[in-house]
């Protein structure tokens, strides 16, 4: 994961070694703010470690189980209060010492200690700041100030609250993006492998979920990649192109710093320039009203709804296998699958990922609606909405992720099942090559046929009218009339023979297709590989 949250004494991103010390201090501010056994570090007290236990009194209050159960410590960290409220602080810093090199009066002394203080969030303090004068940002603003009274004429100096806030929020789901793009990489690597381990394997293929032609085990996993594929490439493209809202003042103008600088709109620009570059982003946005325009949100969310269509699919599938024993996801050896019935193994890790693929899907309405009603410039009925909708559809995403780990680390595949069920099947689906070598051998089409639909009829009335195996081929041995053939009835019924070129494609796909994009990412799934298998659980 990039943390921008490291101090910096240039315009510089900070660096991964800067990123994670200050993560980690952040992490313990979060624990501090949550277990009343660490104190603020505003009062000046020796911190102590917390019990990770969770007291009764929080359980007596509602828990997203979003956090409390499933999402993992990355996503739950950069959408926390610690992440967001730090963040906004190293905006409000990023901005002086970016004034000041442009030339306005604030002096070194006054940044060095809002820099000491980027951390030191006493929340209590903030808190009642906000039921005192009912808004966030300048709650906030004054909780800053009283730990650094030195600088507190010049903190949110000419911004307006969307300075913080809209930057802030680009901010976390730029870093979501990267902690979502990282696991995804990692599933569609395991998903690889399973792929090129099974690329031979015949299977039933289902139409309609009705026995069709066959296909292999590794060509279906290929269609599962490939829509992962373009998932990853989705992720990608919208958090290249998120823009930075910068440093644009009350409704966009960017009339409040112009006026600080007398009227030069070169530092102006200079200024929106440094800080959005100080801030890790490459360009920022020209045009917004207060607020970046809310249709970027919409981008956003379109691409993980999107992902959760790719995801319920994918495991309904693992479901619908798992019923035909045919796949089965990781089952532990002391996993129950169900409390009243012992010799169940239920696909629940599938199943959770469907469940979290159909919220995930129904999130995409929320930024839909938001945008359309941001009359003008700007109304604040965004807010509430997307403080909800945004984290939530981070944390799922990463959930899934998460869960999907796990599952393609161990898909279990039953090979003697999977060829019971073809040939349950591919007598059926071997007449027209019975035919054809009937015809060969000197017979007619015709006359064949009839004698190939009969022998059909009744093996298919044993099937479903008795429950009986399908012997439509020892009716074919036994009928003197394919007396010619009944030598190669084997090599007619070979399943390899049914499945055309699908390990050709999947050996084609993964070569030009999937390689590449895994070659790209070589470097974060060698840093990751350990890590993300301890998580997977």
């Given at each position: 994961m990039s943390e921008y949250t490291g101090t910096t004494h240039d315009s510089r991103r900070p660096s991964q070694s800067e990123s994670v010390s200050i993560n980690q201090q952040d992490q313990q501010s979060l624990k501090a703010s949550r277990h009343p056994s660490i104190s603020n570090s505003s009062t000046g007290k020796d911190q102590t470690v917390a019990a990770t236990s969770i007291s009764?009194?929080?359980?007596?209050?509602?828990?997203?189980?979003?956090?409390?159960?499933?999402?993992?410590?990355?996503?739950?960290f950069n959408f926390s209060e610690v992440k967001k409220f730090t963040t906004w602080r190293r905006l409000w810093f990023w901005l002086a010492k970016c004034q000041k090199q442009l030339g306005l009066?604030?002096?070194?002394?006054?940044?060095?200690?809002?820099?000491?203080?980027?951390?030191?969030?006493?929340?209590?303090?903030?808190?009642a700041e906000e039921r005192r004068r009912r808004h966030d940002v300048m709650a906030h603003v004054h909780t800053f100030a009283r730990c650094c009274p030195k600088a507190s004429s010049i903190i949110h100096l000419g911004?307006?609250?969307?300075?913080?806030?809209?930057?802030?929020?680009?901010?976390?789901?730029?870093?979501g993006f990267e902690i979502l793009i990282s696991k995804l990489v990692r599933c569609i690597q395991r998903l690889t492998q399973f792929a090129q381990d099974y690329a031979?394997?015949?299977t039933l293929g289902y139409t309609h979920m009705q026995p069709a032609q066959l296909t292999t085990v590794g060509k279906r996993a290929c269609v599962w990649i490939q829509d992962l594929l373009m998932d990853l490439k989705n992720f990608e493209?919208?958090?290249?192109?998120?823009?930075?809202?910068?440093?644009?003042?009350?409704?966009?103008?960017?009339?409040?710093?112009?006026?600080?600088?007398?009227?030069?709109?070169?530092?102006?620009?200079?200024?929106?320039?440094?800080?959005?570059?100080?801030?890790?982003?490459?360009k920022a946005f020209i045009i917004c009203g207060q607020t970046y325009t809310r249709?970027?949100?919409?981008?956003?969310?379109?691409?993980?709804?999107?992902?959760?269509?790719?995801?319920?699919?994918?495991?309904?599938?693992?479901?619908?296998?798992?019923?035909?024993?045919?796949?089965?996801?990781?089952?532990?050896?002391?996993?129950?699958?169900?409390?009243?019935?012992?010799?169940?193994?239920?696909?629940?890790?599938?199943?959770?990922?469907?469940?979290?693929?159909?919220?995930?899907?129904?999130?995409?309405?929320?930024?839909?609606?938001?945008?359309?009603?941001?009359?003008?410039?700007?109304?604040?009925?965004?807010?509430?909405?997307?403080?909800?909708?945004?984290?939530?559809?981070?944390?799922?995403?990463?959930?899934?992720?998460?869960?999907?780990?796990?599952?393609?680390?161990?898909?279990?595949?039953?090979?003697?099942?999977?060829?019971?069920?073809?040939?349950?099947?591919?007598?059926?689906?071997?007449?027209?090559?019975?035919?054809?070598?009937?015809?060969?051998a000197g017979g007619n089409r015709q006359e064949c046929h009839e004698k190939i639909r009969t022998l059909s009829q009744k093996a298919a009335e044993r099937v479903k009218m008795d429950g009986l195996d399908n012997d439509l081929v020892e009716r074919v041995k036994a009928d003197p009339y394919f007396a010619p053939i009944v030598s190669k009835l084997d090599v007619l019924l070979d399943a390899k023979t049914f499945i055309g070129r699908a390990p050709e494609q999947v050996y084609e796909f993964i070569s030009r297709e999937v390689e590449p994009v895994l070659n790209n990412f070589a470097l974060v799934?060698?840093?990751?590989?350990?890590?993300?298998?301890?998580?997977a659980v």
């Open positions: 009764y009194d929080d359980r007596s209050k509602y828990r997203s189980p979003l956090v409390s159960r499933y999402a993992s410590a990355e996503m739950s009066d604030i002096t070194d002394e006054q940044l060095d200690e809002m820099e000491k203080n980027l951390t030191n969030i006493d929340f209590d303090t903030a808190e911004a307006t609250s969307a300075y913080v806030g809209d930057n802030a929020d680009l901010i976390v789901m730029r870093d031979c394997l015949p493209r919208v958090k290249r192109q998120l823009k930075f809202r910068g440093v644009k003042g009350t409704t966009g103008t960017q009339a409040s710093f112009l006026q600080l600088f007398n009227g030069d709109h070169s530092k102006v620009e200079e200024l929106d320039r440094m800080v959005t570059e100080m801030a890790g982003f490459s249709k970027l949100d919409v981008e956003v969310m379109t691409v993980l709804a999107s992902f959760g269509a790719t995801i319920h699919k994918m495991c309904t599938d693992i479901r619908l296998l798992a019923s035909l024993k045919e796949i089965e996801e990781p089952f532990e050896i002391e996993q129950i699958g169900s409390s009243a019935m012992p010799y169940k193994r239920n696909p629940m890790r599938c199943e959770r990922c469907c469940a979290m693929a159909r919220h995930l899907m129904t999130l995409i309405n929320d930024p839909l609606g938001t945008h359309s009603v941001q009359w003008m410039e700007r109304t604040l009925d965004d807010s509430a909405n997307k403080r909800i909708c945004i984290p939530e559809a981070f944390l799922t995403t990463d959930i899934i992720l998460f869960t999907l780990l796990n599952i393609t680390e161990g898909l279990v595949v039953y090979p003697k099942v999977i060829d019971k069920h073809i040939k349950q099947e591919l007598p059926f689906m071997a007449t027209e090559n019975i035919i054809m070598a009937m015809v060969s799934i060698a840093s990751n590989s350990s890590k993300l298998a301890e998580l």
